[in-house]
Structure formats: C-alpha cells, structure tokens
C-alpha cells in the first residue's frame, strides 16, 4: 500500500500523487490515471507494479481543476470526467507529469498511463525528455498526434472491440510509426484492463501487462 504526498510542478502548482514501491527500487513509473481521477483502481494499478519491483507515483491530474477527484465508472462518472479533463491545459498536465518524474529521479523512469492517460503517455514520449520508456493503454488521442516524434522507445496496446478508438485509428498509428510496437487485442474493448468495468478482459490484461513489463525491463535501464 502507498501513501499520498504532495508534489510541485515547474509552475508552482501543488498537488497530490499516489507514492508506492520500494523507495530504494531501482526503476521508477509515473502511471497516469484514466478520466475518474486516482481512484480506487489506479491505486491498485500503483500497487500491483510496484509488486514488480518499481517505485511508482501516479499524479492526481484533476487537482488542476478540482482536488480531491475520485470517479467510479458510472455515466455520471464519465460525464463529469471529461468535463474535467476539458478545463486542463494540455501544457499544465506535462508540468505534472514531469514532477512526478523528477520525484522518482535519479532513477531511470517510464511513463504508463490509461485511457486518457495512455494519450497524455504518448504525449511524455514526444513532448519531454522526462522518460526513457512510455507505454500507453487504450489512449483515444494518439492518432490525433500520431506526427508526433517520440523521444524513446514507445509500446502501444488497443483493444479491437474499442467503440472510441477505431481500429482505422489504430491502423494510422502504425503506418506512421512502423517501428512502435503496436499491440490489438481480439474481443476487448474500452478499458479492458479495469476490473471495475464491464469491458474488463482477463485475458488481454494478463498479456498487455506482461507486455508492458517486459518493455519497460528491457528499456529502463542505468
């Protein structure tokens, strides 16, 4: 289990993040969080890869907009997480993002985020050189910014039953980026890595974390 604590980015800003792990482990994680804040289930995710040996913190993005956020995956919890997440300047989440990095230095870092984390995760491969690694799950604006030039190794991962994120989108990504790796998951949809959600696949999560894991293993080191 971890402990919330406070971090400040470049710009002055206070907010809270989710610190787990093993403070002398010799990799560190910043995982950002889906629309619903660090919730329940984000800290779970803290806590399960710290469990593989990582020092991991999750910033609490909403804090921009309103502190304290913690969202269940509801109608109404969507609703109110992307209102959220619209009155956040893009520029504002990489200040956090980079603070929680900094808080993990010296340490060689990667980033793994979720939803719209996986997009902001995109975004610290190719707009920081905060990170040595970035794995992004399900991130619904990366084809969007798929000009983008990563600044580290990238791995990607989708489910093929997404109704937000297209597998044309998908499709897009790899052709400009051929040498990411770009993973689909047959019969998962949306937030499949999510046990909270109706769309949580066991199977897909099992394999995108080993995934995940062996990437970062192989990327994070001195």
């Known amino acids: 289990m971890g402990d919330m604590i406070e971090l400040t980015a470049a710009c002055g ?9 093993d403070p002398m482990a010799a990799r560190g994680l910043v995982v950002v969080q889906e629309i619903f804040g660090v919730n329940r289930h984000m800290r779970q995710v803290c806590d399960e890869l710290a ?11 909403f804090d921009r907009a309103e502190r304290g956020v913690e969202l269940d995956y509801t109608e109404t919890g969507i609703e109110r997480g ?32 979720y939803c719209w ?23 619904g604006g990366i084809a969007a910014a798929r000009d983008e030039t990563p600044h580290c190794p990238v791995e990607l991962h989708f489910g093929a039953e997404d109704k937000g994120i297209p597998l044309t ?3 897009a990504i790899k052709k400009r980026h051929p040498n990411i790796a770009v993973y689909i998951y047959e019969g998962a949809g949306h937030g499949f890595g999510c046990e909270a959600r109706a769309s949580f696949h066991s199977r897909a999560n099992e394999i995108a974390l080993h995934r995940s894991l062996a990437f970062f293993a192989e990327h994070l080191v001195a």
Request: aromatic residues 12%.
């Open 51 to 61: 469990g593989y040996g990582y020092q991991v913190v999750s910033p609490a993005l």
């Open 117 to 139: 984390g996986g997009t902001i995760a995109w975004y610290g491969a190719t707009r920081s050189h905060a990170f040595k690694a970035a794995c992004g799950w399900y991130g």
């Open 82 to 113: 992307l209102k959220l997440r619209a009155a956040i300047d893009e520029a504002a989440v990489l200040r956090d993002i980079e603070a929680a990095a900094a808080r993990l230095a010296p340490r060689p870092t990667g980033i793994i985020g």
């Open 13 to 21: 800003h206070k907010f809270q993040a989710y610190l787990a792990g």
């Open 169 to 171: 989108d998908v499709e």
